[in-house]
């Protein structure tokens, strides 16, 4: 089994809304990612939890707080975002953070912020 | 600073041609690793190939192979006899070797297959 499962697919939500994205795999992977991709853009890296730890954070503004409750799940809390965060949001995971394992992803959600 | 050049932002091609996705990249490592990814229009990327920077030999798996040259900075990507099911935004991918783990990507290549 190889996939990485993201909840909700499509989201629709108003700039004083707090949402969550959620990402889930049963790989064993010790590596999970959250990326963020504009249309016709490649993807952006912005956080990256090793062993449940938070690795690195891309500068990202504080209304995304990820979170990483246990080694399988991966969420992305959302608050007073701005029309410009609408985007795809892609979860990713690996077996380690490191290049030697390749990374797989999730569908993504399709955010819209209104 | 690392970086990823796809020069091609979209290719068109009609079904069973072979076609030929180009990716450069530049780097001061000498330990690194190149991905190809394809994105289809669902939006998952979806792993294809892995390389490390000491493992120049070229691959091939099915109708996809993949040619990896360290004197141009190259690591080309072709598809032989291409199908509908090939279209997709295809990424060329760079991450350094050590613990951070970080994707520098190409800005992709639109491959439309027609029929």
């Known amino acids: 089994d190889t996939e990485v499962t993201q909840t909700p697919k499509h989201l629709v939500m108003g700039m004083t809304n707090k949402k969550s994205l959620k990402c889930e795999q049963h790989?064993?992977?010790?590596?999970m990612y959250w990326y963020k991709q504009k249309a016709k853009k490649p993807p952006e890296l912005m956080f990256v939890y090793s062993y449940e730890k938070l690795s690195i954070n891309e500068s990202v503004p504080s209304r995304f707080s990820p979170e990483c409750p246990n080694s399988s799940l991966l969420n992305l809390h959302l608050h007073a975002l701005q029309p410009e965060d609408s985007a795809l949001y892609l979860c990713a995971s690996s077996q380690v953070p490191e290049g030697r394992e390749e990374a797989f992803f999730g569908q993504g959600t399709r955010l819209t912020v209104v | 600073a690392q970086k990823v050049t796809q020069a091609q932002t979209e290719i068109s091609v009609v079904e069973k041609e072979d076609v030929t996705l180009d990716c450069v990249y530049e780097?001061?490592?000498?330990?690194?690793?190149l991905f190809w990814y394809k994105q289809p229009p669902s939006g998952e990327l979806v792993f294809l190939i892995r390389?490390?920077?000491?493992?120049?030999q070229n691959e091939i798996s099915g109708r996809y192979s993949w040619n990896f040259q360290k004197s141009t900075s190259s690591f080309n990507f072709t598809i032989t006899a291409s199908q509908v099911v090939d279209s997709a935004v295809y990424f060329c991918a760079l991450q350094r070797g050590g613990s951070n783990y970080k994707l520098t990507f190409g800005k992709g290549t639109l491959l439309t297959v027609n029929p």
């Open positions: 780097t001061r490592d000498t330990t690194y690793y």
């Open positions: 390389r490390n920077s000491f493992d120049e």
């Open positions: 790989m064993g992977h010790r590596a």
